[in-house]
Nanobody, 121 residues
Framework: QVQLVESGGGSVHAGGSLRLSCAAS????????MGWFRQAPGKEREGVAA???????TYRNSVKGRFTISQDNAKSTLYLQMNSLKPEDTAMYYC???????????????WGQGTQVTVSS
């Protein structure tokens, strides 16, 4: 079955960087669409960045210029490089996959368990 496993979360000070990874298995990664989402306590899940199978990307306005989504099809792995982190970036981060392009909408069919990112001021 499809499995998505995130890693790379942690605690950093404002201005710091983290790189999240999402290892995918159980399906043909190169024919899928992938996204990163986050959810803070008491808030709805929101799209952060998404990437198509041919590498086109889209970002949430608040992370443009600071976050970069990328993928390594050979390793079936999705990445999110997060620079200049702010306290408001604190959330559980999830990767998601589907064969339908949902962009930043949280309607993907497959989800990982999440990795926590905490940014202190």
């Amino acid at each position: 079955q499809v499995q998505l496993v995130e890693s790379g979360g942690g605690s950093v000070h404002a201005g710091g960087s983290l790189r999240l990874s999402c290892a995918a298995s159980g399906y043909t990664y190169s024919y899928s669409y992938m996204g990163w989402f986050r959810q803070a306590p008491g808030k709805e899940r929101e799209g952060v960045a998404a990437i198509t199978s041919d590498g086109s990307t889209t970002y949430r306005n608040s992370v443009k210029g600071r976050f970069t989504i990328s993928q390594d099809n050979a390793k079936s792995t999705l990445y999110l490089q997060m620079n200049s982190l702010k306290p408001e970036d604190t959330a559980m981060y999830y990767c998601a996959a589907d064969r339908i392009w949902w962009g930043l909408l949280p309607r993907y069919g497959y989800w990982g368990q999440g990795t926590q990112v905490t940014v202190s001021s």
